[in-house]
Nanobody
Framework: QVQLVESGGGLVQAGGSLRLSCAAS????????MGWYRQAPGKQRELVAT???????NYADSVKGRFTISRDNAKNTVYLQMNSLKPEDTAVYYC?????????WGQGTQVTVSS
């Protein structure tokens, strides 16, 4: 089992910044990629960004140039730096850990961007 604990969400004005953190514990040897998804009210959960163990990254087009994903393998933690936030970024952000089997999900953290 893997446990994911997220932190860093909150309320911010448009144009502002937030940093999300996700700390993994447990059987982390099985994880090859970590990342973030988000789900806005009435919408499907969507990919935001992922980062592989080797460091390669992938971003949704909607966040490219504004968000940066990084990881500290020594701390088993992944970060999402979100800059130039827009009201449409408002959502619950979920940390995900990918492995050969079903992924692990965090509990989610709310990000609200006011206009």
């Amino acid at each position: 089992q893997v446990q994911l604990v997220e932190s860093g969400g909150g309320l911010v004005q448009a144009g502002g910044s937030l940093r999300l953190s996700c700390a993994a514990s447990g059987s982390i040897f099985s994880i090859h990629t970590m990342g973030w998804y988000r789900q806005a009210p009435g919408k499907q959960r969507e990919l935001v960004a992922t980062i592989a163990k080797g460091g390669s990254t992938n971003y949704a087009d909607s966040v490219k140039g504004r968000f940066t994903i990084s990881r500290d393998n020594a701390k088993n933690t992944v970060y999402l730096q979100m800059n130039s936030l827009k009201p449409e970024d408002t959502a619950v952000y979920y940390c995900v850990a990918l492995r050969a089997g079903p992924p692990y999900w965090g509990q989610g953290t709310q990000v609200t961007v006011s206009s």
